[in-house]
Nanobody, 123 residues
Framework: QVQLVESGGGLVQAGGSLRLSCAVS????????MSWFRQAPGKEREFVAT????????SYADSVKGRFTISRDNAKATVYLQMNSLKPEDTALYYC????????????????WGQGTQVTVSS
């Protein structure tokens, strides 16, 4: 049974930081590209960041570039999202997801999803 379990969300003031984690089980973690998406109320789920199988390639949405950092630890089967300089517009439910396609940004390209962790940024 494939499981992706996110944690680390919470309430933070604008300018603050959070680190999200996603623990993965039930699949060969090192064989999958991992990404973070987010969904704000009333909006579509959007791509945030992706990391390739080795961790050597990363890519970000323009809205988070320079503020967020995605990384992975294949030994721990965990992917992380370090979020700095948070803004109220970063408020959303954050999901991790797995795919076999390097660089994929479309929701439909992803095979497995977590349940999400809420991030709320107050102004």
């Amino acid at each position: 049974q494939v499981q992706l379990v996110e944690s680390g969300g919470g309430l933070v003031q604008a300018g603050g930081s959070l680190r999200l984690s996603c623990a993965v089980s039930g699949l060969t973690f090192g064989s999958y590209v991992m990404s973070w998406f987010r969904q704000a109320p009333g909006k579509e789920r959007e791509f945030v960041a992706t990391v390739d199988r080795s961790g050597g390639y990363t890519s970000y949405a323009d809205s988070v570039k320079g503020r967020f950092t995605i990384s992975r630890d294949n030994a721990k089967a965990t992917v992380y999202l370090q979020m700095n300089s948070l803004k109220p517009e970063d408020t959303a439910l954050y999901y991790c997801a797995a795919t076999g396609l390097t660089g994929a940004r479309q929701v439909a390209a992803y095979d497995a999803w977590g349940q999400g962790t809420q991030v709320t940024v107050s102004s």
